[in-house]
């Protein structure tokens, strides 16, 4: 099934009888059992205000024209999405839906957010077959509930976007980047919560176990970016630190957004979301044999494993998330909710899809 | 404005709801004087009050759960109260309701500035967050007007903002999460100090929920580094047009400011005549801030200098001193004060694509025209999000009613020209009754669907946000 309109997909989905399983490019969301409900054929950027900074776009609109035409304007999504066919062994064009639906956000999430915090509004038809808007194409917006933030991440499983509005922001005019050498752990993150606690609007700090090299990027202009790169260097350089400096950072920083160091190593793929300070005891306990690469200074922690690895199990007390997106059936991919929130979780699923129609068996 | 009938039945039973609560409360948790408890009979939309059937202040998580199960069990509808700051009646009792206050909820609870949070109690007030951090270069970063009075639960009820949200965003972009009371007392955790929902995003969804889904108690909250300084510029436009085409092609130059502040003409003369801020006597104002170092903020105001030249502004200045930088705030933030001194005013918050504000502020003025009632404009350009004030008699007759309706004809506009009611002040009681102008009922019935889930009797804060004729059914039952 391929809609060409929110009034075709609202038809099919009433008509529907069974589960379907959506898809956007394929490219980064876990796959259903279903009919596929393919949703490339919702495209077209509908509005696009630069000086709004704000982008309203069919679901299925692939994610390279979008950026295409923000870049011709100097402006782009602020939120970095990561490009992860190459990780997970998928082919397809990703959409911004797909996007949207995954919450799909890279390494300036620590200094712009979320692609949940840049989705201002969304149009989506329910499993009641009913279309229905929340938000909408201004920056603010409190009113009524916020079904916006609800539906970003929620992997289709209460709806199915069918349009999507993002904020944007102007791409900047110079990049640089920090490396410094030979850094353990504890001192990675340390540094990169140093840097991240100063002044200087870090807008990437990643570290790579492998190499041993914590990256830092700085973005704006090149008065600003000069002047902070300085400053950074002089930072570090006190506690005899060895600094280099790449003012092209560009692949860099795709390799580290895309997780590119562990596609193709064999093995469990996990990602968890953590406090940055406690990353080092959590790697401490990793299985002889994972391949790491940490992101948001530490925060978020992307691991290949040996098949079979529990890393639920291993975050014991330590707070945060950890979800699984490659491994052998058995371990849910979803982290289970704790007993209130699972309650909710289903509740709302069975409001906005009572015949259970949308991505059965994901996100539990 | 109407509300729902009050509930005899509940009335009657008022003993044994004092009785009951008294039971879960500390001494000093419960107050049911009469004379008392008019201290809670409204919130900043002061135009409705009505006082609670009693009000509790709990201290704990654990009293707010016991309050919560207890009204549940009896069937009496809760208000939640942060501080009482609202300006759309958020949290305005109905004479059959107990009024929930987080007030004595003021702890600290953790402050990591390492992993860049704090976690508190969600009675402490906005400012009192940004005090907790600011020793060690940190900030709370929504900054709503009420920032010294509002509590950090209205703020997340109200998902508020604040005039740097330009750069910053609102709460909901700064909140990490949250430990809630459900209203049959269900104590929950969402989120933590650390990024994203492991599954659905009910966090987002708590934010700006008005006190309809749960009552929160804690909350993890972001913390950023201060930024070394910040220096505003005043411009001067004869034209509201030419002020508006001015903010599109500083954002459209890559420039993020972090406030870029509108005043129109009668805005401007208001505040020139309450704070002799040394404005300009021009049609449309423009306080746009910058952050950073001095030599980053030399950088960026020589962009902007370089913009407004097209627009020829007819007045420029970048303040050089801590003093001129106060008096450039001086009128912009004395704004409601110096309307105050005019007479009554209600203040609106509809929020409208930059691009249409020529067309919105033209509107707006032949309406203050037809209504016969004056009308100033502050505005946060940068996102769009507009702050009418309208000026009005209330003691003569018919003018809080002739008001409301210019207030409701504007919001109209906004959302008919794309954009919403509220940008960051919330629907309350205020413009409940809108909320069909904006919301299709499919739109407003897949809303209240999920109030179901989370308050199925429709008993927490009940009668806002939703029109009473499309919530009837459900607060009913």
Same mark, same amino acid.
């Given at each position: 099934m391929r809609p060409g309109t929110?009034?075709?997909?609202?038809?099919?989905?009433?008509?529907? $009888?069974?589960?379907? $399983?959506?898809?956007?490019?394929?490219?980064?969301?876990?796959?259903?059992?279903?009919?596929?409900?393919?949703?490339?054929?919702?495209?077209?950027i509908r509005l696009y205000e630069p000086g709004a900074l704000t982008l309203v776009a069919g679901a299925g609109t692939p994610l390279d024209q979008v950026q295409a035409t923000l870049a011709a304007e100097g402006q782009r999504l602020a939120f970095e999405p990561p490009d992860l066919r190459a990780l997970l062994g998928r082919q397809g064009q990703s959409t911004l839906g797909g996007v949207a639906a995954a919450n799909a956000s890279g390494p300036r999430r620590v200094q712009s957010g979320a692609a949940r915090d840049h989705l201002i509004g969304l149009r989506?038809?329910?499993g009641h077959g009913t279309?229905?808007? $929340?938000?909408?194409?201004?920056?603010?917006?409190?009113?009524?509930?916020?079904?916006?933030?609800?539906?970003?991440?929620?992997?289709g499983t209460l709806g199915v976007l069918s349009e999507v509005a993002f904020k944007l922001l102007p791409a900047p005019q110079s990049v640089a980047s920090l490396c410094l050498h030979g850094q353990s752990l504890a001192q990675a993150v340390d540094d990169m919560s140093r840097a991240l606690g100063s002044p200087y609007e870090i807008t990437g700090a990643a570290h790579l176990p492998d190499t041993r090299e914590t990256h830092l990027r700085i973005e704006g202009f090149e008065t600003s970016v000069a002047y902070r790169t300085q400053r950074l260097t002089a930072l570090f350089a006190g506690q005899g630190a060895e600094i280099s400096i790449s003012a092209d950072p560009g692949a860099l920083w795709r390799s580290v957004r895309d997780v590119t160091p562990l596609a193709g190593v064999a093995g469990d793929l996990w990602r968890l979301s953590v406090q940055p300070s406690t990353a080092p005891a959590l790697l401490a306990r990793m299985p002889e044999g994972a391949t790491t690469l940490l992101d948001w200074g530490g925060g978020l922690i992307w691991a290949r494993v040996p098949p079979g690895t529990d890393l639920r199990a291993l975050l014991g007390p330590i707070r945060g998330h950890a979800t699984l997106l490659q491994g052998a059936p058995g371990l849910p991919v979803f982290p289970p909710a704790p007993p209130g929130v699972a309650a909710l979780t289903a509740a709302l699923r069975a409001k906005f899809d009572p015949r259970a129609l949308f991505n059965r068996g994901i996100m539990g | 404005?109407?509300?729902?009938?009050?509930?005899?039945?509940? @009335?009657?039973?008022?003993?044994?709801? @004092?009785?009951?609560?008294?039971?879960?409360?500390?001494?000093?948790?419960?107050?049911?004087?009469?004379?008392?408890?008019?201290?809670?009979?409204?919130?900043?939309?002061?135009?409705?009050?009505?006082?609670?059937?009693?009000?509790?202040?709990?201290? !704990?998580?654990?009293?707010?759960?016991?309050?919560?199960?207890? +009204?549940?069990?009896?069937?009496?509808?809760?208000?939640?109260?942060?501080?009482?700051?609202?300006?759309?009646?958020?949290?305005?009792?109905?004479?059959?309701?107990?009024?929930?206050?987080?007030?004595?909820?003021?702890?600290?609870?953790?402050?990591?500035?390492?992993?860049?949070?704090?976690?508190?109690?969600? =009675?402490?007030?906005?400012?009192?967050?940004?005090?907790?951090?600011?020793?060690? =270069?940190?900030?709370?970063?929504?900054d709503p007007s009420s920032q010294l009075a509002c509590a950090i639960? =209205?703020?997340?009820?109200?998902?508020?903002?604040?005039?740097? +949200?330009?750069?910053?965003?609102?709460?909901?972009?700064?909140?990490?999460?949250?430990?809630?009371?459900?209203?049959?007392? !269900?104590?929950?955790?969402?989120?933590?100090?650390?990024?994203?929902?492991? =599954?659905?995003?009910?966090?987002?969804?708590?934010?700006?929920?008005?006190?309809?889904?749960?009552?929160?108690?804690?909350?993890?909250?972001?913390?950023l580094p201060k930024p070394e300084g910040a220096r505003p510029v005043l411009m001067g436009f004869d034209s509201n047009e030419g002020a508006g085409a001015c903010v599109a092609d500083i954002i459209k130059a890559g420039v993020l400011p972090v406030a870029i502040e509108f005043m129109d003409?009668?805005?401007?003369?208001?505040?020139?005549?309450?704070?002799?801020?040394?404005?300009?006597?021009?049609?449309?104002?423009?306080?746009?801030?910058?952050?950073?170092?001095?030599?980053?903020?030399?950088?960026? @105001?020589?962009?902007?200098?370089?913009?407004?030249?097209?627009?020829?502004?007819?007045?420029?200045?970048?303040?050089?001193?801590?003093?001129?930088?106060?008096?450039?705030?001086?009128?912009?933030?004395?704004?409601?004060?110096?309307?105050?001194?005019?007479?009554?005013?209600?203040?609106?918050?509809?929020?409208?694509p930059v691009s249409a504000l020529p067309l919105v502020l033209r509107r707006i003025s032949e309406m203050s025209a037809d209504y016969g009632l004056r009308v100033a404009?502050?505005?946060?350009?940068?996102?769009?999000?507009?702050?009418?004030?309208? @000026?009005?008699?209330?003691?003569?007759?018919?003018?809080?009613?002739? +008001?409301?309706?210019?207030?409701?004809?504007?919001? !109209?506009? +906004?959302?008919?020209?794309?954009?919403?009611?509220?940008?960051?002040?919330?629907?309350?009681?205020?413009?409940?009754?809108?909320?069909?102008?904006?919301?299709?009922?499919?739109?407003?019935?897949?809303?209240?669907?999920?109030?179901?889930?989370?308050?199925?009797?429709?008993?927490?804060?009940?009668?806002?946000?939703?029109?009473?004729?499309?919530?009837?059914?459900?607060?009913?039952g």
């Open positions: 929110e009034t075709e997909l609202a038809e099919m989905i009433r008509a529907a $009888s069974g589960p379907l $399983s959506l898809r956007g490019g394929g490219t980064r969301g876990p796959l259903s059992v279903g009919a596929a409900l393919d949703l490339t054929g919702l495209t077209g989506l038809v329910d279309a229905i808007k $929340s938000g909408g194409r201004v920056m603010k917006n409190v009113t009524g509930l916020d079904l916006v933030k609800l539906m970003a991440g929620a992997h | 404005m109407d509300m729902p009938p009050v509930s005899r039945q509940i @009335l009657n039973n008022r003993p044994a709801v @004092l009785a009951a609560l008294a039971a879960v409360l500390p001494e000093g948790g419960l107050i049911s004087d009469p004379t008392e408890l008019r201290v809670y009979e409204c919130d900043g939309l002061s135009a409705y009050r009505c006082p609670p059937m009693a009000v509790t202040l709990p201290r !704990t998580t654990a009293e707010v759960a016991a309050v919560l199960q207890t +009204c549940h069990r009896l069937g009496v509808p809760v208000v939640p109260r942060g501080a009482g700051t609202s300006l759309a009646g958020g949290a305005l009792p109905t004479a059959d309701c107990v009024l929930l206050g987080v007030a004595r909820l003021t702890r600290v609870i953790e402050i990591n500035t390492a992993d860049r949070f704090i976690h508190v109690e969600t =009675g402490r007030t906005n400012l009192s967050v940004t005090a907790a951090v600011e020793a060690e =270069g940190f900030f709370y970063a929504p639960a =209205g703020n997340i009820a109200m998902n508020s903002g604040g005039a740097h +949200c330009l750069k910053y965003g609102v709460t909901t972009n700064n909140l990490l999460g949250v430990r809630m009371v459900l209203m049959d007392g !269900t104590t929950l955790t969402l989120g933590g100090p650390f990024s994203d929902a492991g =599954g659905l995003d009910l966090l987002g969804l708590i934010c700006g929920s008005e006190g309809q889904l749960a009552v929160v108690t804690e909350a993890w909250l972001r913390i003409r009668p805005a401007i003369l208001a505040c020139e005549a309450f704070a002799h801020a040394g404005y300009p006597d021009c049609a449309a104002l423009l306080i746009i801030e910058v952050e950073g170092s001095d030599t980053e903020i030399d950088d960026q @105001l020589a962009r902007i200098r370089a913009i407004a030249a097209g627009h020829h502004p007819v007045a420029y200045r970048e303040s050089t001193s801590a003093e001129e930088t106060a008096r450039i705030w001086l009128g912009r933030k004395s704004a409601f004060g110096a309307m105050g001194q005019l007479g009554d005013y209600m203040c609106l918050d509809g929020t409208i404009n502050v505005f946060h350009a940068g996102d769009g999000n507009m702050h009418p004030l309208i @000026l009005y008699d209330a003691n003569k007759p018919g003018d809080l009613e002739r +008001c409301e309706a210019f207030g409701a004809a504007i919001l !109209t506009l +906004c959302v008919e020209v794309g954009g919403c009611l509220t940008g960051e002040h919330g629907v309350g009681v205020e413009k409940r009754d809108l909320m069909s102008v904006q919301f299709s009922p499919a739109d407003l019935e897949s809303q209240m669907r999920v109030k179901d889930v989370f308050d199925p009797g429709w008993l927490l804060n009940p009668a806002k946000v939703f029109p009473l004729a499309a919530s009837a059914g459900r607060r009913a």
